[in-house]
């Protein structure tokens, strides 16, 4: 079942403001941290080894993979 982006997108958008790229290991990290829904957690964890240099092309990609819905 495809998660809300609204949910998914603070934490790419944090990780990409921090790193300069979206890149899953830093943010599931950090979603574990904060307690995230698994739900949610389990999106992110999908971009796999996969990294991105916009938030924009990690969104493409999860909706491209039907993980996410606007």
Known sequence: MAVKWERV???LEAGFA???RV???G???RMYDEGADDDVVDTVDALGSRVFTTVDD???FLL???L???
Do not use: T
Request: overall charge negative; cysteine-free.
């Open 23 to 25: 890149e899953r290991s």
């Open 9 to 11: 997108a603070p934490y």
């Open 68 to 70: 996410i819905e606007e």
């Open 64 to 66: 491209s993979q039907g």
């Open 58 to 60: 990690a969104k493409q």
């Open 27 to 29: 943010i599931v990290d």
């Open 18 to 20: 921090s790193e300069g």
